[in-house]
């Protein structure tokens, strides 16, 4: 190898472009660098750069390795949740609370039971006297708080030949001038009436008399209370007078003759055709019966 034709240098290429570098020789050095090119054929290599620079990687830190290991914790509620837990369960006490409450303030109290008195026992032929109910139909001319109110009025109409008979009832008097068979009838027959300047109007009353419910005077001054109204409003009636005088034959009243009696007279009075008569002794009847 020639000396003299070599320069002192070296060559490197970067990214594809060679560039050359001169040192001054050294008479040792050179010895050296031509042994070790006699030992090693020239070799040359290209030095590549990166255009980009690569970050390194951010290596996340590892936690403390414990030499032991640790023991686990025991498992906590956490607040939220207690709280949570805690508020249902004071809720629900509150809500079967209030529910007793309401259901005790609703709870109806039961009605004290009253024991009922026994009937008195009352011998069968007794018993058959007494508890017939009667219906009756009346021209009424007023209620008065005295008994010598109700005579005064009633004297009144006597004078003009009209029937009138006092009732008490309830702590009141009642001044009744006729009978009818209906309500009905009972109002025309009241009609009757203020044709003489008397103020009257009509009721039903259910009576408690001192008969028994299967006596034939319930039926008979049924009948007569009929065909004497009638007669007393110029109608027809449908009543068998004749019939009605065989019935009597059948009432018994219980002993009370004189119930008795003022049905026999007012049948007598109805064959005479003496209407407003008649009715006078059917409520002078009712009087009898009344208990």
């Known amino acids: 190898m020639d000396k003299s034709n070599q320069e002192n240098g070296f ?24 042994a070790a090119a006699v030992e090693s054929p020239d070799e040359s290599f290209d030095w590549v750069l990166p255009n980009e620079i690569i970050p390194a990687p951010n290596l ?7 030499p032991y290991p640790q023991p686990r914790r025991p498992w906590k509620l956490k607040t939220p949740f207690i709280l949570a837990i805690v508020a249902i369960v ?24 009253v024991e009922e008195e026994t009937p008195a026992v009352v011998p069968p032929a007794e018993q058959t006297s007494k508890g017939a109910t009667v219906q009756t139909f009346l021209v009424q001319g007023g209620v008065f708080s ?27 008097y009642y001044l009744f001038l006729g009978v009818a068979e209906s309500i009905a009838a009972t109002k025309e027959l009241a009609l009757e009436y203020k044709k003489n300047d008397v103020d009257v109007f009509w009721k039903e009353i259910r009576f408690k008399a001192k008969i028994a419910e299967n006596d034939a005077a319930v039926d008979v001054y049924s009948s007569l209370a009929e065909l004497s109204a009638a007669k007393l409003r110029n109608t027809d009636s449908s009543v068998d007078l004749q019939q009605v005088t065989k019935q009597l034959n059948g009432v018994q009243l219980s002993g009370n003759k004189e119930g008795k009696k003022r049905l026999v007279e007012a049948s007598e009075l109805l064959q ?20």
Request: charged content about 30%; hydrophobic content about 35%; overall charge neutral.
């Open 11 to 34: 060559t490197i290429k970067i990214n594809g472009q060679e560039k050359s570098f001169k040192e001054h020789s050294d008479p040792i050095e050179e010895g050296r660098t031509e």
């Open 60 to 66: 996340k830190k590892k936690g403390k390795i414990h």
């Open 90 to 113: 004071v809720g629900t006490s509150l809500g079967i609370l209030a529910i007793r409450t309401i259901t005790a303030e609703q709870t109806v109290t039961p009605p004290i039971e």
């Open 146 to 172: 005295t008994e010598e109110a109700a005579k005064e009025v009633q004297a009144t109409l006597q004078a003009k030949k009209l029937p009138a008979e006092v009732f008490k009832m309830e702590n009141e």
């Open 272 to 291: 005479k055709n003496q209407a407003s008569e008649a009715q006078e002794k059917l409520l002078l009847f009712l009087q009898t019966i009344v208990s």
